[in-house]
Structures are given as C-alpha cells and as structure tokens.
Nanobody, 123 residues
Framework: QLQLVESGGGLVQPGGSLRLSCAAS????????IGWFRQAPGKEREGVSC????????YYVDSVKGRFTICRDNAKNTVFLQMNSLKPEDTGVYYC????????????????WGQGTQVTVSS
C-alpha cells in the first residue's frame, strides 16, 4: 500500500526554521515527483514546492523562493523541505503528495497524499 507520512511540523517564532520530512512506504520515490502543498485556515490549498524524479528539477512558489529548499534522499525514500526565515503567513497544514515522474502545479494531478503536518509561525 502506497503511503506518505509527513513529520517535522511545529510551533516556531518568526525568522525561525523547520525541516519537514515526507517519508514513503510501499513504493520507491525514485520514480515519483513530490510536491509540497499547504493550507492556511480559511484559504484554499496552494502548491509550495516540487521536486521531479529524473533530474531532480525543483520548483517554488514565489512567496517562498530564497527561503525554502526541497531535496530528496532516495536512499532514505524521503523528501525534505527546509524552511528558513519563516513568516506568520507560512502558517498552515503542510502536505506532501506524489505523482509519477514530473511535477505538476494542480493538486488534482497528485494521486497520493500524506495526512499533513501543522506548521505555526507565531511569536
């Protein structure tokens, strides 16, 4: 059974850092693109970042460029999202999602999803 499990969320002050993990089980991430999405209270879910399978091309939404970094460790079957210089507007539930090979911008293009991890940026 294909499963994704996020971890690493928590409460952090503005300017702080968190590293989210997306661990896969039941399949190997080598052939899958992994996207990170987030949903703030009262808002629609939005794409944050993605890393493709083949050449590990990376993509970021403009609001996180220069602050977030996505990377994959295929040996650990895990994708990470390093989040630095966090802002209150980064608050939300963060989800990772998988689709075959290439990144896509729409959440509907991702058939596999984790349960989410809460990130709260507040002083």
């Amino acid at each position: 059974q294909l499963q994704l499990v996020e971890s690493g969320g928590g409460l952090v002050q503005p300017g702080g850092s968190l590293r989210l993990s997306c661990a896969a089980s039941g399949f190997t991430l080598d052939y899958y693109a992994i996207g990170w999405f987030r949903q703030a209270p009262g808002k629609e879910r939005e794409g944050v970042s993605c890393i493709s399978s083949s050449n590990s091309s990376t993509y970021y939404v403009d609001s996180v460029k220069g602050r977030f970094t996505i990377c994959r460790d295929n040996a650990k079957n895990t994708v990470f999202l390093q989040m630095n210089s966090l802002k209150p507007e980064d608050t939300g539930v963060y989800y990772c999602a998988a689709r075959f090979r290439r990144c896509a911008s729409r959440e509907y293009d991702y058939p596999y999803w984790g349960q989410g991890t809460q990130v709260t940026v507040s002083s």
